[in-house]
C-alpha cells in the first residue's frame, strides 16, 4: 500500500475523529497523568456518563507537558472546539462531565485552554496561554493531541512525510540537510547531530547499526518519555531516516527499565508501523528494511551512558569504554554505530520534511532549532516546555513554571551533575547552547531543576553525589573513588562533623575526578560540590565551623552539638 | 619491506614506535616509566586507573596513555605538576578504603624487606596482613607520585577472606583494577571472576559468590599472576616476602615447555612467577606449574643419601660405595640381561648420557622409556624422517581448522588447550533475528582479531573443549585409524585433496591411493559408528578451510602405528605440511618425550633418530637400571615392571624421591629435582629451552648427569658431568640442533624442526578391531590436570590434592542398567590383580561395554595400597586401554 492511500485513510479517520458526532472525552494518560490520578479519573468519567446515559467515547492522549494541571482531560461535545480541563480530583472529574456533557455548562472555572483559534466562551485559545506562545513545539506537536497507539492519528498529522522524502534522496543528502539544519545532540553533550552522522556514514563496514538511547536517567529530565509516551512514531520515524541516512538495517532502543509505558507505547507503535509496511522488510516499496529492537534498561544510570549503552546491548555489564575509538567507527559489537538521543531523532522527521532551511530559520544564530525544558522543583508550575533557543530562562523560570522569586536559591541545569547556580546569576542568562557554554555552564539534558530557600545546599550534594556514587559504573578509579569520598565528606559534614580543610580537600580532588575519569559520569561529578562550594559556601561554613544547619534539613550528631 | 616508523617525542626523548602501539608501550620500549594499576602486558588495555594519564601538546585534558595510540610529531609529557597532582589525588582517595599501614608507617624507614614487625599500625591496615608487602604494584605506584600524607579517614571494608583452596583471596586489599576479570576472561576463556555490585562497592566476585571451582575454577593462577596487589595470593609461602634471587626455568609437568621464573629465597622455592615474554606460553600456566613446584622440590619423601642393601636393608651409604655397586652390578651382569628403565622427565643430556652409558658401556638393546614402543609413531618418522612434530604452538594462532584426535589438551598440556579455547571462542559476532533476541546472550563482544577457527574433536566422551567444537565426532573407542581413512577416502573422492602439493612434495601417494580406494565407507560407518553424512561434512570441513592443524594424543598413540599413519596420510593429502599454521602436533604425555626420541634413549632409535637393529628383550633381566621417579608398581601397568623387578639380582635406582621402587632397590643412587639441575629439554613443538638450577641439592643428593657420569667413568665411558659439553655432543648428531650453542639457549629457546624436501606416504594397514572378551568392561582413561601423572606416589603433592575431583567411572546408560549401576552411586572396578572403587556417573553420550575416568588420586592411599592406577601414555611397560569388570558395591 501506498503512503498515499495509508495517509488518505488516515486522514479521513481524523476528520472523523475531531468532529464527532457523539462526546468525545479525552484523558490524558502519560505515567505523570497516570501517577496524579488519571486511571480513578477515567473511571469516574466513565461512571458518570454511565449515569448520564450519555453515549460517548473516552480516549487517551499523551502528556501535553503541564504537569502542575494532571490529571488533565480534554473535552468535546458535538459541534463544539475542543476544551481542555485541570487539574481534576475523581469526584471534580463526574462533576465536569455532568456539567460539561449533562448540562452543556462549559465550566470555564476548570478550564484551561480551547483548541480554537479564537477564544470560546472565554476560554482562551491554546496558542494565546502563557505555556503555548512562547513554544514552538515540534517533537511534541502531537502530545497530547493524538492517540499515541493509533497510527492513523499520526499519519493524519504529517506523520512520515519526512521518511517519504527521505527515500527519495540518498543519504549522503539527508547527513548534509540535518548537518545544515544545526541540530544538535539533545542528550546533553550537545554535539552536532549531522556529523556524528557522517562520521559513521563514511566509516568503513557492511553491518552498521542506529541506538536510539531512551535510557533517560538524569532526575528532574523527563523529555523523552513525553516524546514516547505522547508520539511514538515520529520518534520511529526519526529512527528510521537515521537507519537510512547511515546504512544501517538493523536498530536498537533501549529504553529505561523505568519506563513501562513509554516501553510498551513504542512497541505497540512498532507493531502497528510493521504491519502496515512502514518499518520491517522492503519499506514503503522502497528497497529499504529496518528491524527495530526493543532493548529493556539493565536499570543503572551509566546505561545511559552512550558506551555503558553500547556494552548493556551487547549483554555486558554496562561500563563505558574507552574513547576513542568512538561510536561512529567501533560502537555495537564493534561495528559502525549512530547512538542518539530520543528527542534529537524525533527532531528529524520534520527537519526532512520541512527542510533543513525552516530549522535552521529557529533559535538563535549560534543555537539553531528547538529545546525541551522541563522543569521541576521549587516553582508553581512544573511542566515541560518546547522552546526555541534564545528565550531567556528568565522567562521560563518566572512566567512559565512561575517560580516565587523570593522564595528561589539556586538553579540546577540538567542532570544531578550539573551546575547549581544561583538564581539571580541563571535570571541573567538565554536559553542556548554556546550562550550558556560562554556563561561556563550547559543546559546538559534539558532538566532544570528550581532550588528553594528551604532547601540545605550541602544536604542537596550529599544526595546528589550519594546517587552519583552509588551508579558510578565501577570501572575507573577516579569516579569510583572521588564520588566515595565526595560522599563520605559531605556525610561527615551534614552530621556536623566536619573539618575546616574538607572543603579545600574536596576542591584539590576535582581536577583529579574531572580530567581522571573514563566518561561523562566522573567527569563531572565534582560539579555539584564545586559549584556549591563556589556559591554557597557559606551554608558549609555554618555547617562546619557552628556545627549547625541554618535550614534545619541535617540531622547533625549530637557529639557535634555538644562542641 | 621496512615498516613505517612514527616518531614521538616524550618527556624530551625522541621515540621511534611502530604505528598502532599506544603512548604507554612507546615509552616502555623507551625506557621510560609511566604508572599503571590497571594496565597489564598480557590483557587488552582497560582504562582504569588512570594512573597512566599524561599530557599531550595540543591535546585537551589528560587522556590515558594505554589507550592513546602513537601519533607523528606527538610530544607527552608523562610527570608534569599537574598530571603528577591528578595520580596523587586519585591514590589518595583510593587509599582511603586500601589498608595502608605500609605506606603510613612511622617505622617505615627502619622497614626492610620482609621482615615483619607487629608494632606500628593498627591492625586493619596492618602491613603484616598483607601477601603483597614489598611486590605491590599499588606501593610502587605510591611512591612514584609521592604520597605524602593522607588526609582522610581511612575505612575497613571488613570483606570476609576467601576460603578456596590454592588461591589465597582478600578483597579489602582489591583496588578492582579488574585485571583478574579480564585475564580469566580473554586470556584463559573461563571467567570465573566478574564484577559485582556498582559504585562504590563495587568488588570482584566470583558469580553469585560461589566457591571459585563451582564456578568453574581450573586454578591456573592467572589471576593471582596479574594482581597488583595482595588480594589475589597463592596461599602457600604468601607471607614470605618477595624471593631474593629469581630463576628462569621450564617447567617439567607437560611437554608444552612453559617457562617460569621461580622465587627463591634462602634457598627455598617460594612460588613461581610469571614470565610474560616467555615464546611458548607468554606467563600462562596451569594449576601444575604454577603451584605444583615448591611443593614438589621441598618435599619430606626427598632422597637425600645414596643407599646400599646390606642384608636385606637399605642403609645409607657413601657416594662411592654406591657408585662402585652400581657398576659391578652392570659389569657383572651379561650385556642383554641387563635393562635401562628411564624417564623422559630428564634432560636432553641426561638422556644422551643414558643411552651412552646403556649402549657403549654395557652395550644392551633393553634401553625403555616411558613410552615404550614408541614404533606407534613411526609413520611419523617415514614422513618427516624423524619422531617429531611439523608445527609449533604459535600454529594455532594461524590455523583455520583444529582437529584434534584422542586427546584433551585442555587437561592434558592445559597452555595448548587454552589456546585452542582462544582461537575458537571468539564469536563471530551475528545476531540472531530480532524475535529471539531477549533469550540471547551474546557473551563478551571481543574485538575479533581474526574469525574464530574451526574445531573438529574426534573423541569417544566429551571433553571441555566440547563447548567450542563445530563437530564432535562421537567415534567408537580403538577405531580412529577407520575414521580417519573415510575421511581421506571422502577427499580423494570428492577431489578435495591438494593434487600440486601432493606432486610437489610427497612420494608413494599411488601405493597410498590403491590402499584407500579399497576401502568401504559403509564398513568404515559400520565399523567406527560415524554416519556416511557426518563423515562427509568433517571431511569437507577438513579439507576445505585450510590451513588445518592436527593434535593428536595418547588416544590415538595407544591404537598403535595405524592411527598415527592415518593422520600423516590425512596431513599429507590435504597439504598441510609445512605451512603455516599447518601440520601436526603431538600431544606427549611427559615434559622431554621429545627430547627421549632426539637424544635416542629408546630401544631402535639411536641419538638423531636415527634407526638402529635392537630388539628389546625383558624376559630374563638380571639388572635393571632405572632413573627417574614416575614408575607405577601397583597397578595393571605396573604389575609387569614389578615382576620384572621381582626377578632381578640387582635394581639400581636413580631417583629423587622414596618410591616404592626402593622395595627392590639393592642400590640407591639420589638424583635431584628439575630445580636443581641445569640442561635442556625439548618441548612438543621441539623447542629446545635451557632448564636452570634454582636451589641446592637436599643433603648428599647430585644431579642426575654427574651420577650417570660416574657411572659411565666405570663402565668406560666417557661422558662429561658439564650439561654444555654433553649438548654439544649430542647436537654434533641430531639433525635440527647442529649449530646450537648450550649458553645462546639463554632466553628464547629455538624451535629445531626441519622437514625434509618431500615427505612419504606411510603404509596404511587397518585391522578389523577385535571384539571385547565376553563380560569385561573397556575402560579408557583421561587425565587431570590437578595430578602430576606421578600417581606412583601423590602423596607428594599435598597442594594440588587440596583440589579434588572424585574418581568418577563414566558410563552410559545402557551398561548402566545392565549391570545395575545406579547414578552416583559405588562400583568396584576389577582388573588382572587389582580392584578399587569410584562413584558412577550416567552420561548419555557413551554407549557399548566402554567406560572412562579422569585418572586421579583420590585421598590418602587405601590399605592395600592399590588405590592407584597408571595411566597408560605415559606409562609403562603397557600402554593403552584396560580390560575390566564392574561390580556394583553392595549390592
Not at chain 1, 141 to 153: F, K, Q, S, T, V
Not at chain 2, 316 to 344: G, H, I, M, N, R
Not at chain 2, 636 to 662: D, H, K, M, T, W
Not at chain 2, 755 to 775: C, I, Y
Request: hydrophobic share 40%; aromatic share 8%.
Amino acid at each position: 500500500m501506498s503512503l498515499e492511500t495509508l495517509v488518505a485513510e488516515a486522514r479521513s479517520r481524523w476528520e472523523r475523529k475531531i468532529n464527532p458526532d457523539r462526546p468525545r472525552i479525552i484523558i490524558s494518560a502519560g505515567s505523570c497523568g497516570i501517577f496524579a490520578g488519571a486511571r480513578k479519573v477515567k473511571t469516574a468519567v466513565i461512571d458518570a456518563l454511565k449515569r448520564l446515559h450519555v453515549d460517548a467515547s473516552v480516549e487517551k492522549t499523551g502528556c501535553v507537558g503541564l504537569c502542575w494541571a494532571e490529571p488533565m482531560l480534554d473535552i468535546q461535545l458535538p459541534g463544539r472546539p475542543r476544551v481542555a480541563y485541570g487539574p481534576l480530583t475523581p469526584a471534580e472529574a463526574a462533576q465536569l462531565i455532568e456539567d460539561v456533557v449533562g448540562r452543556g455548562n462549559p465550566r470555564v472555572d476548570k478550564a484551561l485552554y480551547v483548541y480554537a483559534d479564537a477564544p470560546y466562551e472565554g476560554i482562551p485559545s491554546r496558542e494565546d496561554t502563557d505555556w503555548f506562545k512562547l513554544q514552538y513545539r515540534i517533537t511534541q506537536r502531537n502530545a497530547g493531541i493524538i492517540d499515541p497507539e493509533d497510527l492513523d492519528d499520526y499519519l493524519a498529522n504529517g506523520g512520515y512525510e519526512g521518511l517519504a522524502r527521505a527515500l527519495t534522496m540518498t543519504p549522503a543528502e539527508i547527513v548534509d540537510a540535518v548537518k545544515k539544519s544545526g541540530l544538535r545532540g539533545c542528550g546533553g553533550a550537545a554535539f552536532p547531530t549531522g556529523l556524528k552522522w557522517e562520521f559513521c556514514l563514511r566509516a568503513r563496514g557492511t553491518e552498521k547499526y542506529v541506538i536510539c538511547n531512551a535510557d533517560e536517567g538524569n532526575a528532574g529530565t523527563w523529555k523523552d518519555r513525553l516524546i514516547m509516551e505522547g508520539d511514538p512514531f515520529q520518534l520511529i520515524e526519526g529512527i528510521t531516516i537515521a537507519a537510512y541516512a547511515n546504512g544501517a538495517s538493523r536498530g536498537f532502543i533501549y529504553i529505561r527499565d523505568e519506563y513501562p509505558l513509554a516501553s510498551s507505547r513504542v512497541r505497540t507503535a512498532i507493531e502497528r508501523l510493521k504491519a502496515r509496511g512502514l518499518l520491517g522488510d522492503n519499506i514503503l516499496g522502497s528497497g529499504f528494511s529496518f528491524e527495530l529492537i526493543v532493548r529493556d534498561g539493565a536499570g543503572s544510570y551509566l546505561c545511559g551512558e552512550e558506551m555503558g549503552l553500547i556494552s548493556s546491548i551487547e549483554g555486558d555489564r554496562a561500563m563505558p569504554r574507552s574513547r576513542p575509538p568512538f561510536p561512529a567507527t567501533n560502537g555495537l559489537f564493534y561495528k559502525p554505530t549512530v547512538v542518539n538521543n530520543v528527542e534529537t531523532l524525533a527532531n528529524v522527521p520534520q527537519i526532512i520534511a520541512r527542510g533543513w532551511e525552516w530549522y535552521a530559520g529557529l533559535g538563535t544564530e549560534r543555537s539553531k532549532g528547538v529545546r525541551t525544558i522541563t522543569v521541576s522543583g521549587a516553582v508553581r508550575r512544573p511542566g515541560g516546555f518546547e522552546l526555541p533557543f534564545g528565550i531567556p530562562l528568565k522567562t521560563i523560570i518566572y512566567d512559565l513554571a512561575q517560580a516565587d522569586p523570593a522564595d528561589l536559591k539556586a538553579v540546577q541545569m540538567g542532570g544531578p551533575a550539573s551546575n547549581i547556580l544561583p538564581a539571580d546569576f541563571v535570571a541573567t542568562l538565554p536559553l542556548g547552547l554556546d550562550e550558556l557554554r560562554d556563561a561556563g555552564t550547559t543546559i546538559g539534558s534539558g532538566g532544570l531543576v528550581m532550588i528553594g530557600q528551604k532547601t540545605c545546599i550541602p544536604n542537596l550534594v550529599l544526595q546528589l553525589m550519594e546517587f552519583l556514587r552509588d551508579e558510578s559504573c565501577g570501572k575507573c578509579f577516579p569516579c569510583q573513588m572521588g564520588t566515595r569520598a565526595y560522599y563520605n565528606t559531605l556525610y561527615r559534614i551534614c552530621r556536623g562533623e566536619g573539618r575546616p580543610e574538607d572543603l579545600d580537600f574536596m576542591l584539590d580532588i576535582a581536577p583529579a575526578v574531572q580530567f581522571g575519569s573514563l566518561c561523562g559520569h566522573g567527569q563531572v561529578a565534582h560539579v555539584p560540590v564545586v559549584d556549591t562550594i563556589t556559591h554557597f559556601r557559606h551554608e558549609y561554613e555554618v555547617h562546619i565551623r557552628e556545627r549547625r544547619c541554618p535550614q534545619g534539613v541535617c540531622e547533625l550528631s549530637p557529639v557535634a552539638t555538644a562542641v | 619491506m621496512e615498516e613505517r616508523q612514527v616518531k614521538l617525542t616524550i618527556d624530551g626523548v625522541e621515540v621511534t614506535a611502530r604505528p598502532g602501539m599506544t603512548v604507554l608501550q612507546a615509552a616502555q620500549q623507551a625506557g621510560i616509566y609511566i604508572p599503571t594499576l590497571c594496565w597489564h602486558p598480557a590483557l587488552r588495555p582497560w582504562g582504569a586507573c588512570r594512573m597512566c594519564v599524561v599530557e599531550v601538546e595540543r591535546q585537551r585534558g589528560y587522556p590515558a596513555s594505554c589507550l592513546l595510540p602513537v601519533a607523528d610529531g606527538m610530544v607527552v609529557r608523562t610527570n608534569t605538576d599537574a598530571v603528577q597532582e591528578i595520580r596523587r589525588e586519585i591514590i589518595e582517595v583510593l587509599i582511603t578504603e586500601h589498608p595502608l599501614g605500609c605506606l603510613t608507617c612511622h617505622k617505615e624507614d627502619q622497614c626492610y624487606t620482609g621482615e615483619p614487625c607487629l608494632r606500628s599500625p593498627h591492625v586493619d591496615f596492618r602491613c603484616v596482613t598483607c601477601p603483597a608487602n614489598y611486590r605491590c604494584e599499588l606501593q610502587a605506584v605510591c611512591d612514584y607520585v609521592e604520597i605524602s600524607e593522607v588526609r582522610f579517614p581511612f575505612k575497613y571494608r571488613g570483606l570476609p577472606l576467601g576460603r578456596d583452596p590454592l588461591i589465597a583471596t582478600d578483597f579489602n586489599l582489591c583496588i578492582v583494577c579488574n585485571r583478574c576479570v579480564r585475564v580469566c576472561d580473554e586470556v584463559r576463556g573461563i571467567a570465573v571472576w566478574t564484577m559485582e555490585n556498582r559504585g562504590a562497592t563495587t568488588i570482584i566476585s566470583t558469580s553469585n559468590g560461589q566457591p571459585m571451582v563451582d564456578a568453574g575454577c581450573i586454578m591456573c593462577g592467572a589471576c593471582v599472576d596479574v594482581c597488583p596487589v595482595g588480594a589475589l595470593e597463592e596461599r602457600q609461602n604468601r607471607h614470605s616476602g618477595p624471593g631474593e634471587q629469581l630463576v628462569r626455568t621450564i617447567c617439567n609437568y607437560c611437554p608444552v615447555g612453559c617457562q617460569f621464573i621461580l622465587e627463591v629465597r634462602r634457598g627455598r622455592l617460594l612460588r613461581v612467577g610469571p614470565d610474560y615474554d616467555a615464546p611458548a606460553n607468554r606467563g600462562q600456566y596451569c594449576v601444575r606449574g604454577r603451584f605444583g613446584v615448591s611443593d614438589f622440590v621441598h618435599n619430606p619423601m626427598r632422597l637425600q643419601t645414596p643407599m646400599v642393601r646390606k642384608n636385606g636393608t637399605l642403609a645409607p651409604a657413601t657416594w662411592a660405595e654406591a657408585l662402585a655397586a652400581a657398576a659391578e652390578a652392570l659389569k657383572d651382569t651379561p650385556p642383554e640381561q641387563v635393562a635401562f628403565f628411564a624417564t623422559s622427565r630428564l634432560t636432553n643430556e641426561e638422556l644422551y648420557a643414558l643411552q651412552k652409558v646403556a649402549r657403549e658401556g654395557v652395550g644392551t638393546p633393553n634401553l625403555t622409556w616411558d613410552l615404550l614402543d614408541w614404533t606407534a609413531l613411526e609413520p611419523l618418522h617415514t614422513a618427516f624422517d624423524k619422531v617429531g612434530p611439523t608445527a609449533t604452538i604459535a600454529d594455532i594462532e594461524k590455523a583455520r581448522t583444529y582437529l584434534v584426535v584422542g586427546a584433551d589438551p585442555w587437561e592434558t598440556v592445559p597452555v595448548v588447550g587454552m589456546k585452542v579455547v582462544q582461537y575458537t571462542r571468539t564469536p563471530a559476532i551475528t545476531l540472531p533475528p530480532a524475535s529471539d533476541y531477549f533469550n540471547y546472550l551474546p557473551g563478551r563482544a571481543l574485538l575479533p582479531e581474526r574469525e574464530r577457527a574451526n574445531l573438529i574433536l574426534i573423541n569417544p566422551r566429551p571433553t571441555h573443549l566440547n563447548r567450542f567444537a563445530d563437530v564432535w565426532v562421537k567415534v567408537r573407542p580403538g577405531t580412529d585409524a577407520w575414521l580417519i581413512a573415510g575421511l581421506i577416502k571422502v577427499i580423494l573422492e570428492d577431489g578435495l585433496a591438494d593434487a600440486e602439493f601432493i606432486n610437489r612434495e610427497t612420494v608413494g601417494f599411488h601405493d597410498f591411493e590403491a590402499a584407500v580406494r579399497n576401502l568401504d565407507l559403509d564398513q568404515v560407518s559400520r565399523i567406527t559408528g560415524v554416519g556416511r553424512e557426518e563423515l562427509v561434512r568433517v571431511a569437507h570441513l577438513f579439507a576445505q578451510d585450510r590451513p588445518g592443524l592436527i593434535m593428536f594424543g595418547g588416544g590415538i598413540v595407544h591404537q598403535g602405528r595405524p592411527a598415527v599413519a592415518a593422520l600423516v596420510a590425512l596431513a599429507l593429502v590435504t597439504g598441510n605440511v609445512g605451512r603455516p599454521g599447518a601440520g601436526i602436533l603431538p600431544l606427549y604425555g611427559t615434559a622431554n618425550s621429545q627430547g627421549a626420541l632426539d637424544a635416542g634413549a629408546v630401544a631402535g632409535l639411536g641419538p638423531g633418530q636415527v634407526h638402529l637393529d635392537e630388539t628389546p628383550d625383558l624376559d630374563s633381566i638380571k639388572t635393571c637400571y632405572i632413573v627417574g621417579d614416575s614408575f607405577d608398581l601397583e597397578g595393571p601397568a605396573g604389575l609387569q615392571l614389578r615382576r620384572i623387578l621381582e626377578r632381578c639380582e640387582a635394581v639400581i635406582v636413580q631417583g629423587a624421591y622414596a618410591s616404592p621402587l626402593l622395595d627392590f632397590a639393592t642400590v640407591v643412587l639420589p638424583g635431584v629435582s628439575f630445580a636443581e639441575k641445569e640442561g635442556t629439554v625439548t618441548s612438543l613443538e621441539r623447542r629446545v629451552q635451557r632448564v636452570r638450577a634454582a636451589v641446592r641439592p637436599p643433603g648428599e643428593a647430585r644431579p642426575d648427569l654427574t651420577i650417570l657420569a660416574e657411572i659411565g667413568r666405570s663402565l668406560g665411558v666417557e661422558v662429561s658431568v658439564r650439561p654444555a659439553e654433553v649438548f654439544a655432543e649430542l647436537a654434533e648428531q641430531v639433525p635440527g640442533f647442529a649449530g646450537l650453542d648450550y649458553e645462546e639457549l639463554e632466553f628464547e629457546g629455538p624451535i629445531v624442526n626441519t622437514l625434509p624436501e618431500t615427505f612419504a606416504f606411510p603404509d596404511l594397514q587397518l585391522a578389523e578391531p577385535e571384539p571385547a572378551p565376553d563380560g569385561l568392561i573397556t575402560v579408557y582413561p583421561g587425565r587431570s590436570f590437578y595430578r602430576y601423572d606421578l600417581t606412583t606416589f601423590p602423596e607428594m603433592l599435598k597442594t594440588l590434592t587440596t583440589v579434588g575431583r572424585e574418581r568418577v567411572l563414566e558410563v552410559g546408560p545402557e551398561l548402566a542398567a545392565r549391570l545395575g549401576l545406579a547414578d552416583g552411586g559405588p562400583v568396584r572396578v576389577i582388573g588382572d590383580g587389582w580392584d578399587l572403587v569410584a562413584r558412577v556417573r550416567i552420561s548419555a553420550e557413551l554407549a557399548g561395554d566402554v567406560a572412562f575416568w579422569d585418572f586421579e588420586y583420590v585421598g590418602p592411599p587405601a590399605g592395600n595400597g592399590r588405590d592407584r592406577l597408571p595411566d597408560p601414555f605415559a606409562r609403562n611397560p603397557v600402554a593403552g586401554p584396560l580390560k575390566v569388570r564392574l561390580e556394583p558395591v553392595g549390592g
